[in-house]
């Protein structure tokens, strides 16, 4: 049963500021971001209509996407999932690559991982399949998931 709002689950890490990370014209970026999205949509294994209508919308109301032009993020995202419908394994190779390309740049790094987290909490919870999928997004990036508040709270010993 999927969890319901953002507990054990999502933060927003300190000290980061949208303007101060995303570089206009960063094609690295944008893939990535792009890539992020594509993947957390995926995470229970399809993109059901809601979920790409959910993402097209954000992609229009979001300062920080924006920054690389909504109607480009718009055309790469649906260019992806489409890809995720016709080989998935090689989609997520490829979504995966995207990602891991901004492994050493903390700023973007950071973001990335709370415009997925975002994404994830979108549809009015943060599921295991989506909890799992940002925390390997977050190895990827060698960032520390308990900085996201994304690893569960330990049980207390018996």
Request: charged share 30%; with cysteine.
């Amino acid at each position: 049963m999927p969890d319901r709002g953002r507990g054990p689950g999502w933060r927003r890490a300190p000290g980061i500021d949208p303007a101060d990370v995303w570089t206009p014209g960063d094609t690295d970026q944008m893939e990535a971001l792009v890539a992020a999205c594509a993947l957390v949509a995926q995470a229970d294994g399809w993109v059901t209509p809601d979920e790409r209508r959910r993402m097209f919308d954000r992609i229009r109301c979001s300062a920080s996407i924006a920054v690389f032009g909504a109607d480009e993020v718009a055309f790469a995202f649906q260019a992806l999932v489409d890809r995720f419908d016709r080989d998935l394994d090689a989609a997520e190779a490829a979504a995966e690559a995207a990602v891991a390309r901004l492994r050493g740049r903390p700023g973007p790094s950071r973001l990335l991982i709370e415009t997925a987290c975002a994404i994830a909490d979108a549809d009015g919870g943060f599921d295991r399949e989506e909890r799992d999928l940002v925390m390997r997004l977050c190895r990827l990036l060698g960032l520390d998931p308990a900085e996201f508040d994304l690893l569960p709270a330990e049980s207390p010993a018996s």
